[in-house]
């Protein structure tokens, strides 16, 4: 049973420039989170989908944003990047939230 | 608001002991907690997971417990070994469907 797949594991782009990064649920998992976590720093939600919606955000800017499709699999764009946007992001999925959260081993975004 | 702390931020204890990690919050209206594991540079390991009507979970010499009304969880680490060095991070799910993180605990087994 394929877990959590995040795909590229690594990625450099200069700055200004657009990415996408992208993210497989585990099977049974119809909820998938984005998270990023800067070195030495907790993960920070950047927001969730749920049925094809953005469900919940945090305070991230609208230059993030993504997309949930209908075999539940997701998309994190990110535009006009910044220097502070390197960091590893994570996807997590779970089953509407509230049975447990199963992690990629994220995506490491340099910005240069 | 739902806040989750963690004591100690950092512990460095010789292989061979027992060893327990806390992990608290301030509202007891949680769906579950989650400990994870996280190695420099991954991602998030989960290790064990305690749903709302659950006291305590064991997953080989892991076993953590909560008490909801207290506001508490503890992941007890027995015969700790090198290999078990890394950041220990608890979460809870509330009314939100989000993870709620404390800041973590950075774990060190001196051979």
């Known amino acids: ?112 | 608001k739902q806040e989750v702390t963690q004591i100690p931020a950092a512990l460095s204890v010789p292989e061979g002991e027992n060893l327990v990690l806390n992990c608290s919050f301030t509202d007891s209206a949680i769906y579950n907690l989650q400990w994870f594991r996280q190695d420099p540079g991954k991602g998030l390991t989960s290790l064990l997971l305690i749903q709302s009507s659950q006291r305590e979970q064991t997953s080989g010499r892991l076993n953590a417990s909560l008490d909801k009304s207290s506001g508490r969880s503890t992941l007890y680490i027995a015969a700790s070994q090198p290999g078990d060095s890394a950041t220990y991070l608890c979460a809870v799910v509330g009314s939100n469907y989000q993870l709620i993180w404390g800041a973590g605990t950075k774990l060190i087994i001196k051979p």
């Open chain 1, 1 to 112: 049973d394929a877990g959590v797949t995040q795909s590229p594991t690594h990625l450099i782009k200069t700055r200004g420039q657009q990415v996408t990064l992208r993210c497989s649920p585990k099977s049974g998992h119809d909820t998938v989170s984005w998270y990023q976590q800067a070195l030495g720093q907790g993960p920070q939600f950047i927001f969730q989908y749920y049925e094809e919606e953005e469900r919940q955000r945090g305070n991230f800017p609208d230059r993030f944003s993504g997309h949930q499709f209908p075999n539940y699999s997701s998309e994190l764009n990110v535009n006009a990047l910044l220097l502070g946007d390197s960091a590893l992001y994570l996807c997590a999925s779970s089953s509407g939230g509230v049975y447990g959260y199963t992690f990629g081993s994220g995506t490491r975004l340099t910005v240069v």
